[in-house]
């Protein structure tokens, strides 16, 4: 979808902040800033096994919608071949996907650089997850509520969703799949959850986020579902 600004402009769409205080904000930053000090170690092993596999580029950057309409670029650690093309969505068995990426993916390990993201004011901890901009549409009040918030690193349709690419890959067309299924019960989810979010929900979310990147065996989306939006 072209022309993201004006489009923004012509809805009219308001960003509001039930949850988000400049302290939160701040605090945010912070937090992102010391957990990359941290894992600093973590992704110079990453940077090290994505540039050793094929000489590629390191990171992924990809322009996504954020709060309020306006682009931005989000980064991650690149997974896929150099120069692959195909679908804008991965299922399962994507060939496209390197021997490194399998793993960064199946562990979440390639969006840790989002918390850059949340550093510079992009994005944030917790909070819907921006999409590239073909599959937003402003004029649906759907989005624009959702757009109301800045995005996040994880959200509960993401939790939700962890297996989104084996689910995809049961779509004889995976993007008429996600397009048409996936993503609008993602928007329903992302909106249930903020009628009903608070702090320790979002605190709740980011627990299990982590709990599942180290443990995704221990995943289920049913329960999971329930337990959230309950």
Do not use: H
Not at 99 to 113: A, I, N, Q, S, V
Not at 122 to 128: F, I, K, Q, T
């Amino acid at each position: 979808m072209s022309g993201i600004f004006e489009a923004n402009r012509a809805t009219g769409i308001t960003p509001i902040t039930p949850t988000e205080t400049p302290a939160r904000r701040w605090f945010e930053r912070i937090v992102a800033l010391v957990s990359l000090a941290l894992a600093a170690p973590v992704c110079v092993v990453i940077a090290v096994a994505v540039r050793g596999e094929d000489g590629g580029p390191v990171l992924f950057r990809q322009r996504r919608v954020g709060r309020g309409g306006e682009p931005f670029e989000l980064l991650k650690f690149r997974s896929m071949s150099v120069g692959a093309a195909g679908a804008a969505v991965t299922a399962a068995g994507d060939r496209r996907v390197t021997r490194t990426g399998r793993w960064l993916r199946k562990f979440k390990l390639d969006e840790l650089p989002q918390l850059w993201n949340v550093a510079r004011g992009e994005m944030s901890l917790v909070g819907p997850r921006p999409e590239v901009e073909r599959y937003v549409d402003l004029e649906q009040a759907v989005w624009r509520r959702v757009l109301a918030v800045r995005p996040g690193i994880t959200d509960a349709a993401t939790l939700i969703y962890r297996d989104e690419e084996r689910i995809l890959a049961g779509f004889a067309d995976p993007e008429a799949g996600y397009r048409e299924t996936v993503l609008p019960d993602k928007l329903q989810l992302n909106l249930a959850y903020l009628e009903r979010r608070t702090l320790w929900t979002d605190a709740q979310v980011v627990a299990w986020t982590a709990c599942y990147s180290l443990l995704p065996a221990a995943f289920d989306a049913a329960r999971l579902r329930k337990r959230i939006l309950s």
